[in-house]
């Protein structure tokens, strides 16, 4: 059995050796600097460590690995657009670093290449591997719009806000355990399972996303604590405190939103204390911890033995528990 790391490095590697050298370079080298830009590569590392529990050979994995990586950060390039993000893991973002039009069409052009990297794969259930991509590849971009729509709404339910969140982050990782699954030659029931558990660590994950915007500890969190209050971004605490507040604390959190006078710190803390109040902080912990047996519970049905499973048991404890 390969570790997680032993893993990334591989996946580094591939990257680089496989960057593009080619005119227009105006087209090209956004991608390889996107690519070559860091990141953990935890969705191509799912899909070789779920290979890996059916088999020892990884050789028909790499390339769809490398495929779901490139998908993942052209959806990346384009968010940043739509987000006007500068910085992307501490780099200028390509629109910022080239311009919208550059960064719309390399975009366009990873997509592409995605595609020619799964074409590569030999596997007898390559016509289920592509369905599941293609399936994957159009829930993220559901999950996007919702999230552009939301923002334009003043309420937005907690099952509507989960099944965002499950469509443009949960999805993904559940994608790229099925198709590992799938090359290794799992039966359907444990390429199923996989894609459960993915998708259950999914949501965990960003909920300990919303989490750690409010209730991080600044010095490891790495960027000030309330980018998400001081935005009004309709996370899943902000959704429940709105769901669970009383008149008076609901007109005292909408107006708080509302106030473009009050200082960050101040807007930062007054909120806080509200959601303090309302218990938000423990609810979704429950909530985070819900997810996360659901998916303990589904890897442990998968039929390999245990000791299998011990890096993608390791994998999901990480990205559940990180503090930032």
């Keep these: 059995m390969y570790t997680l790391s032993e893993l990334q490095e591989l996946l580094k590697k591939e990257i680089y050796s496989s960057r593009i050298g080619r005119e227009p370079f105006t087209l090209y080298d956004p991608i390889n600097y996107t690519l070559e830009s860091g990141g953990k590569r935890i969705r191509p590392a799912l899909v070789l460590l779920a290979c890996n529990l059916f088999t020892d050979d990884l ?20 968010d940043d657009i739509m987000d006007k993000a500068d910085i992307r893991r501490g780099n200028p973002t390509v629109h910022k670093k080239w311009d919208e039009n550059t960064a719309i069409l390399s975009g366009d052009a990873m997509l592409i290449k995605a595609y020619d990297y799964f074409f590569d794969c030999q596997s007898p ?21 919702y999230d552009m729509e939301f923002e334009n709404r003043e309420l937005v339910q907690e099952e509507e806000y989960l099944r965002m969140i499950e469509l443009k982050t ?18 359907g029931k444990n390429a199923n399972l996989l894609y459960e558990f993915g998708r259950n660590i999914g949501l965990a994950f960003q909920l300990q996303d919303d989490y750690l915007d409010v209730y991080g500890d600044v010095n490891v969190f790495g960027k000030e604590i309330g980018g998400d209050i001081v935005a009004n971004k309709k996370t899943f605490l902000l959704i429940k405190a709105k769901q669970l507040a009383k008149e008076i604390k609901a007109e005292t959190l909408n107006n708080l939103l509302l106030d473009s006078s009050i200082s960050r710190n101040e807007k930062v803390k007054l909120v806080t204390e509200i959601y303090n109040k309302l218990n938000i902080k423990e609810i979704v912990q429950k909530r985070i911890l819900e997810f996360t047996q659901n998916a303990l519970n589904l890897i442990d049905q998968v039929d390999v033995d245990n ?12 990205l559940i528990n990180r503090t930032n």
């Excluded at 592509?130 to 159009?138: D, I, S």
């Excluded at 949960?170 to 590992?180: C, W």
């Design 59 to 78: 050789s028909q994995a790499i390339n769809p690995a490398i495929g779901l990586e490139i998908f993942h950060n052209f959806t990346l390039l384009h």
């Design 125 to 145: 259930n390559f016509r289920e591997i592509l369905k599941v991509f293609n399936q994957t590849a159009l829930e993220v971009c559901e999950g996007q719009q």
């Design 170 to 187: 949960s999805v993904l990782l559940a994608g790229a355990l099925k198709i590992g699954a799938l090359i290794g030659g799992a039966s």
């Design 307 to 318: 000791s299998k499973k011990t890096e993608l048991k390791n994998l999901a404890g990480k």
